[in-house]
Nanobody
Framework: QVQLVESGGGLVQAGGSLRLSCAAS????????MGWYRQAPGKQRELVAT???????NYADSVKGRFTISRDNAKNTVYLQMNSLKPEDTAVYYC?????????????WGQGTLVTVSP
């Protein structure tokens, strides 16, 4: 069993910043890629950013230069620093991790955290 718990969402004005955190726990041997996805009302879930176990990052074009993904492997935690937020960034943000547990490989998801950016 693996759990991902997100925190850090909330309401912020356009131009502001938020930092999301996602901590993984459970029967973890190693975590490979970790990432953040988001789903706005009426839209499909989309990739925001991913990061490999060695720190290689990949971003959606819409967030490049504004968002930074990082991770602490010792804490099994991934972060998303979001700067210069725009109303179109409003969405539920989900954490994702490719986990090798004691028993099997699995693709784990968090429960989501809401980010609302007001004009």
């Amino acid at each position: 069993q693996v759990q991902l718990v997100e925190s850090g969402g909330g309401l912020v004005q356009a131009g502001g910043s938020l930092r999301l955190s996602c901590a993984a726990s459970g029967s973890i041997v190693i975590i490979k890629n970790m990432g953040w996805y988001r789903q706005a009302p009426g839209k499909q879930r989309e990739l925001v950013a991913t990061i490999t176990s060695s720190g290689g990052a990949n971003y959606a074009d819409s967030v490049k230069g504004r968002f930074t993904i990082s991770r602490d492997n010792a804490k099994n935690t991934v972060y998303l620093q979001m700067n210069s937020l725009k109303p179109e960034d409003t969405a539920v943000y989900y954490c994702n991790a490719a986990v090798q547990s004691i028993f099997r490989s699995l693709d784990a998801w968090g429960q989501g955290t809401l980010v609302t950016v007001s004009p």
